[in-house]
T-cell receptor
Framework: KAGVTQTPRYLIKTRGQQVTLSCSPI?????VSWYQQTPGQGLQFLFE???????NKGNFPGRFSGRQFSNSRSEMNVSTLELGDSALYLC???????????FGSGTQLSVL | ELKVEQNPLFLSMQEGKNYTIYCNYS?????LYWYRQDPGKSLESLFV?????AVKQEGRLMASLDTKARLSTLHITAAVHDLSATYFC????????????FGKGTKLTVNP
């Protein structure tokens, strides 16, 4: 059974650009959550999607957005990138949310 | 808002020794997860603690949950080098939309 797949694995962007990250959950999982991991702030919750609807949102500016498709795949978008957006972005899936999360390998984003 | 405090944040120990990692959280939660992260890797689920007094053991690791004290512990018995990693606790928020809130992590180094 395939795990959570995130693409791309690494990404280098410059300030002001925008970026889209992709996440394919484990087959049958309908909840997808996104987390940002940095050395200073640790793991911070971005948002969660369930059945194409955003069900929960963390304390991030509106530059961070996401969506979920009918096949449960999810994308997150960051517009007008800032240096502080450099981080490991982790996607996690679960059957319905609120239970054990299965994490992908993450996308390491560097903003120059 | 649920806050999570782990201590210690850094732990260096010798092989064969025992130690405990503590996870305190600020508001009611009756479900807590422990994850492990190796350098450059994603998060791997270790334990799910579902009720007050729950205790789970896997190899040299044992986790417990006291919901009244809002405290979880991860006890390491006779540490070995392979346990070197960062360990995160994550209680589940309650009421409304649920999400996992992660502690800052405890970086464990086991020295020969």
């Amino acid at each position: 059974k395939a795990g959570v797949t995130q693409t791309p694995r690494y990404l280098i962007k410059t300030r002001g650009q925008q970026v889209t990250l992709s996440c394919s959950p484990i087959s049958g999982h309908r909840s997808v959550s996104w987390y940002q991991q940095t050395p200073g702030q640790g793991l911070q919750f971005l948002f969660e999607y369930f059945s194409e609807t955003q069900r929960n949102k963390g304390n991030f500016p509106g530059r961070f957005s996401g969506r979920q498709f009918s096949n449960s795949r999810s994308e997150m978008n960051v517009s007008t990138l800032e240096l502080g957006d450099s981080a490991l972005y982790l996607c996690a899936s679960s059957w319905a949310g609120g239970e054990k999360l299965f994490f992908g390998s993450g996308t390491q984003l560097s903003v120059l | 808002e649920l806050k999570v405090e782990q201590n210690p944040l850094f732990l260096s120990m010798q092989e064969g020794k025992n130690y405990t990692i503590y996870c305190n959280y600020s508001t009611t939660s009756d479900r807590l997860y422990w994850y492990r992260q190796d350098p450059g890797k994603s998060l791997e689920s270790l334990f799910v603690l579902l009720s007050n007094g729950a205790v789970k053991q896997e190899g040299r690791l044992m986790a417990s949950l006291d919901t009244k004290a809002r405290l979880s512990t991860l006890h390491i018995t006779a540490a070995v080098h392979d346990l070197s990693a960062t360990y995160f606790c994550a209680p589940l928020t309650q009421g409304g939309s649920e999400k996992l809130v992660f502690g800052k992590g405890t970086k464990l180094t086991v020295n020969p």
